[in-house]
């Protein structure tokens, strides 16, 4: 896609400056993971573990101009332009010019389809195959991480057909990230009620055995919603796991009685996409928001589409979810399967649509994908500061509203390395209209 300065930024690396690095091409396709940085750029931008970087001439949303010196996996410090360049690469190790860029907290993805991604393409239902399970999940992580989000919960089915063999690929997948991104899995059980649910409380107990760290499900499904609840509620008790569990949100009876039970457990509940809410009359709306706010139930909403685990579309009411204080992340939910075909599984778009759909300022937007999403993972808090973790997404432009809207060219840092970059460049025909009013050409002119 187009972008309209001259140059990708490049790094100078010191001699010892080489490792791991996922790699995206301006087509926005994930490239292959090698062992010496990025394939077919002018020099490596990765680093290593242990090496510090430096990020230079960064813009932050203040308006700064900064230089941020990273190393072991956190920022060091953040100075003026030039302040923290003395002593030359050999001092601070790999550099990045970011002239032209904005430097932001990373963005975080809540709700990937991690076994289903990726797969609308093909003929008939998404295989199951554990082979094509990782390939797409992989891929779908991938993905993601190019567009500047360095973790996402990926929601993967577990009993009935699929068994435990979706879930044992996802978790193959994501060791085989470890170090690009972080990837962590919820296991969603169909039924969990009467007798048939016994089968998926037993497969429950062995996701979370094999790996899978949050306790997810979709209650709308099961005969006994409150009872599936219940259930969910028991098992990550037991085994002190966090629960996210998908819901349209349309019964504001059901969600009291959720919220009442859910209000003590620890590490905490999510309910997503809820966009049945947007449909109940205002004052219902607000009681429920209310509710959920008290209990400390966070909302994770998908103005991108809906996934399928749900039968209808739309998005959660934010700015009423936001006045009543809940908190409100945004993922990207389906995609490219059979529930959003063209999902794109960017975070920055899933901003662009809070603030230009929704009414949510841009600062607020990007809250919701960045801080939000990352405190609904478990993660901790990121800001452009020293002592904070180095998670880091550079967008190309200069002010936030601007890079929501035209967000082509990024680099992104995970644990303080540079782990994907995406370069777009925009050519133009040679015009004497645009010479005479001095606007910016890239490249030659087309003849």
Do not use: W
Not at 51 to 57: E, Q, S, T
């Amino acid at each position: 896609m187009p972008d309209s300065q001259p140059q990708p930024p490049h790094s100078s690396p010191s001699s010892s400056s080489s490792s791991s690095a996922s790699s995206s091409s301006s087509s926005g396709a994930p490239g292959p993971v090698g062992s010496s940085g990025f394939s077919g750029s002018s020099g490596s931008l990765g680093q290593s573990d242990s090496g510090a970087l430096l990020l230079c001439g960064a813009r932050l949303t203040d308006g700064r101009t900064v230089d941020v010196r990273l190393g072991g996996g956190r920022i060091e410090a953040v100075g003026t332009a030039g302040s923290l360049a003395v002593g030359g690469t050999r001092a601070c190790g790999a550099r990045v010019d970011l002239s032209g860029y904005l430097l932001l907290p990373a963005p975080a993805e809540p709700h990937i389809h991690g076994d289903t991604a990726l797969s609308a393409d093909g003929d008939g239902p998404a295989s199951h195959d554990p082979h094509d399970v990782q390939r797409r999940a992989t891929e779908a992580a991938l993905l993601q991480l190019g567009h500047g989000a360095t973790a996402a919960r990926a929601h993967v089915r577990v009993g009935d057909v699929q068994g435990l063999g979706a879930l044992t690929a996802v978790l193959q997948a994501r060791r085989s990230l470890r170090g690009l991104t972080e990837l962590t899995a919820v296991a969603m059980p169909r039924l969990l009620t009467g007798v048939a649910g016994a089968d998926g409380l037993a497969v429950l107990r062995d996701a979370l055995k094999m790996g899978a760290s949050v306790v997810g499900g979709c209650p709308d499904l099961d005969p006994d919603p409150i009872g599936y609840v219940e259930a969910v509620l028991e098992v990550a008790s037991e085994h002190g796991c966090p629960v996210d569990l998908h819901t349209d949100a349309a019964d504001p009876a059901r969600l009291a009685r959720l919220a009442a039970m859910a209000g003590g457990l620890r590490p905490g509940v999510t309910l997503g996409p809820c966009g049945a809410l947007a449909r109940l009359p205002t004052e219902t709306a607000t009681r429920t928001a209310d509710q959920l706010a008290a209990a400390g139930v966070a909302v994770v909403c998908l103005p991108q589409g809906g996934c399928g685990a749900t039968d209808h579309r739309g998005t959660a009411p934010v700015r009423l979810l936001r006045a009543a204080g809940v908190r409100v992340a945004a993922g990207s939910g389906a995609l490219r399967d059979v529930s959003n075909p063209v999902g794109r599984g960017d975070p920055l778009e899933a901003a662009y649509l809070l603030s230009s759909r929704y009414g949510l300022r841009p600062e607020d937007a990007y809250h919701a994908i960045s801080s939000s999403a990352r405190a609904v993972l478990g993660l901790p808090e990121v800001r452009v500061e020293a002592g904070f973790p180095a998670e880091l997404l550079a967008v190309r432009g200069d002010r936030l509203p601007g890079a929501l809207s035209l967000a082509y060219s990024r680099i992104v840092v995970h644990r303080g390395r540079v782990v994907a970059r995406t370069s777009a460049v925009r050519e133009y025909c040679s015009s004497a209209a645009a010479v005479e009013l001095g606007l910016p050409r890239q490249g030659r002119g087309l003849s």
